[in-house]
């Protein structure tokens, strides 16, 4: 057993039960509550999913309201967030859930559609009070720092679930929120932590040796791939032009401009240009994006209001640079 991580359980549950952050999710402790919110933080900042989660939410309070709705009506409802795959995921759950109720095991939470490792032990954890650790990187970055362990990060995730399952304690899903919240507020990944909030200042190894933003090992970040597109608003009367992405790929499925990684066709007079930039995990798109007055409503094409556009179609915020021509 590793005795250090033992000895670190206590004074972590304590200062989390006096420091812990007021976030919507965590006043509403349902299965399918943490369900939602552990999809919608996968790779989203936290206060990005503060504004979405409630609402959500209210929109769809059940598993069964979710499973009905329709999956444009939930593509909407999740714009903002980022990463709708997930959105689809959820969905697909909902669905399970409705028909057979919420799995009661880790394994059967982590069979869920859009459940890896990591979700499924912080749902069985929290939502169901099972020691199932949840390790992501900002778990791994806390906890070699707590060990001043060199290893690299990537070779870590396995090792610390072992070791964290030995001592979890009765209190699963606050060990687990205690764990996450220490390296989001106070273990940070960029920056100097801070160490004189840290309910480990006195065990951290790391610490000790005046070395803490030494650890994690990282490996080397690789470079992204720059794509070069022109993105076209067409105008017509006060219609404008959307089209559906592949169904695969980079948002798929979801509503955007015309979309081209070469020449753009000459549709009619350019009003305007921009240039805009959005950055994927893997992909960044340099984007000129062109207010164009389209000389007739082209086939091929949906052509809704700007009313319809806002408040219908699911554009993800790759495109919210040009927001400001629908008028």
Known sequence: MDELLKTAVSPLLEWYRLSKRDLPWRRDRTPYSVLVSELMLQQ??????????????????????????????????????????????????????????????????????????????????????????????????????????????????????????????????????????????????????????????????????????????????????????????????DMYAIEKRDERGLLAGLWQFPFFEKDAPDFGETLQTKRAKHVFTHIEWRMTGKLVAAREKYPGYVWATADEIRTRYAVPSAFKAFFGWLT
């Open 44 to 237: 989203t900042r936290v206060e990005a999913v503060r504004e979405r989660y409630v609402a959500f939410m209210e929109k769809f309070p059940t598993p069964r309201s979710l499973a009905e709705a329709d999956e444009e009506e939930v593509l909407k409802a999740w714009e903002g967030l980022g990463y709708y795959s997930r959105a689809r995921n959820l969905r697909r759950a909902a669905c399970f859930i409705a028909e057979h109720g919420f799995p009661d095991t880790y394994e059967g939470v982590r069979a869920l559609t859009g459940v890896g490792d990591y979700t499924a032990g912080a749902i069985s954890s929290i939502a169901l009070g099972l020691p199932t650790p949840a390790v992501d990187g900002n778990v791994v970055r806390i906890l070699s720092r707590l060990h001043a362990d060199g290893t690299p990060q990537d070779a870590l995730k396995r090792e610390y679930a072992a070791r964290l399952a030995e001592v979890y304690p009765p209190r699963a899903g606050e060990f687990t929120e205690a764990l996450m919240e220490l390296g989001a507020i106070v273990c940070v990944p960029n920056g100097r932590p801070l160490c004189g909030a840290c309910p480990w200042e006195g065990l951290c190894r790391a610490h000790a040796a005046g070395c803490e933003t030494c650890y994690p090992v990282r490996a080397p970040k690789k470079e992204r791939k720059v794509v070069h597109a022109t993105v076209l608003v067409l105008r017509y009367a």
